[in-house]
């Protein structure tokens, strides 16, 4: 089975046969959960992710049309990928974001300083306390105990602030995100 094309396996799968379905199964599920997990960092959501996909491949073989299945499962793996974000089950944490952002060469850098207008605008749009509080946690990199001691708030305040900050910020990069993701995924 190792040695059969993809177009063969496509067809033994059209044809209900499980051994084919494994086949596909072993030669690309690693590299799918790999791919998804590099974006979701969340090793639950990306099983259930591929475990669906595959799910899906079986009970549906009949009535797909595969023409690449390469392009099929990666393609059906961004947009289940772009479904679990979407849904707020997962969200990316700003340290992903900006991993993402920096691997893109500088043909990019029009898409990259894009992306860090648009944070940087969602930043200045929180409230001025809550900003202020954001900023010096990720910016000037305080902890959240120095920031309570400079700013003569209590701990519980500063994380409640860097809290709601980092919710607003990045429900707000969502449709940005999702771009990144796209071009992540063709690249």
């Not at 067809?11 to 590299?31: C, D, Q, T």
């Not at 707020?88 to 952002?101: F, N, Q, R, T, Y």
Request: charged fraction near 25%.
């Amino acid at each position: 089975m190792q040695h059969m094309s993809d177009e063969d396996l496509v067809e033994g799968l059209h044809a209900g046969i499980i051994i084919f379905f494994e086949a596909i199964y072993k030669r690309y599920a690693s590299k799918l959960y790999a791919a998804v997990y590099n974006i979701l960092r969340n090793k639950e959501a990306c099983e259930d992710l591929i475990q669906e996909l595959f799910t899906e491949l079986w009970f549906k073989r009949s009535h797909l049309v595969i023409s690449k299945l390469n392009a099929y499962l990666y393609t059906s793996a961004r947009n289940k990928a772009l479904m679990v974000l979407r849904s707020g089950k997962v969200i990316l944490d700003l340290e992903v974001i900006s991993m993402l952002v920096s691997d893109y060469s500088s043909d990019d850098l029009v898409m990259e300083n894009e992306i860090k207008e648009c944070l940087e605008r969602e930043i200045s749009a929180l409230p001025p306390k809550c900003r202020e509080i954001f900023v010096l946690s990720r910016q000037e990199q305080m902890s959240h105990k120095e920031i309570s001691s400079k700013l003569n708030i209590s701990l519980k305040t500063v994380e409640n602030q860097i809290s709601t900050a980092l919710k607003r910020v990045k429900a707000s990069m969502i449709d940005f995100l999702i771009l990144l993701l796209v071009l992540f995924f063709l690249s």
